[in-house]
Nanobody, 121 residues
Framework: QVQLEESGGGLQQAGGSLRLSCAAS????????MGWYRQAPGKQRELVAS???????TYSGDVRGRFTISRDSAKNTVYLQMNSLKPEDTAVYYC???????????????WGQGTQVTVSS
């Protein structure tokens, strides 16, 4: 049994900052990649940022330079620091993880329950 527990999010004014956290727990052997997606009303879910075990980070063009993704491998936790927030960042943010789990030692993809981020103008 694997769970992704998200925290952070909420309401912030434009130009402000928020920090999201996501911790993976359960029968985990390794975590090849973790990341964040978001889905705004009426839009498809899109990648915001991802990071590999080796620390290679990928960002969408919309957030590059404003958001920073990081991870604590010892805690199986990924963070998303969001600065210079814009109203268009308003969305439900979902944690995503590709995990190799015991006892199968196979890789599966997991999603968090989502956390609302609302940016007011």
């Amino acid at each position: 049994q694997v769970q992704l527990e998200e925290s952070g999010g909420g309401l912030q004014q434009a130009g402000g900052s928020l920090r999201l956290s996501c911790a993976a727990s359960g029968s985990i052997f390794s975590v090849p990649a973790m990341g964040w997606y978001r889905q705004a009303p009426g839009k498809q879910r899109e990648l915001v940022a991802s990071i590999t075990t080796g620390g290679t980070a990928t960002y969408s063009g919309d957030v590059r330079g404003r958001f920073t993704i990081s991870r604590d491998s010892a805690k199986n936790t990924v963070y998303l620091q969001m600065n210079s927030l814009k109203p268009e960042d308003t969305a439900v943010y979902y944690c995503n993880a590709r995990l190799i789990v015991r006892p199968e030692y196979k890789m599966y993809e997991y999603w968090g329950q989502g956390t609302q981020v609302t940016v007011s103008s």
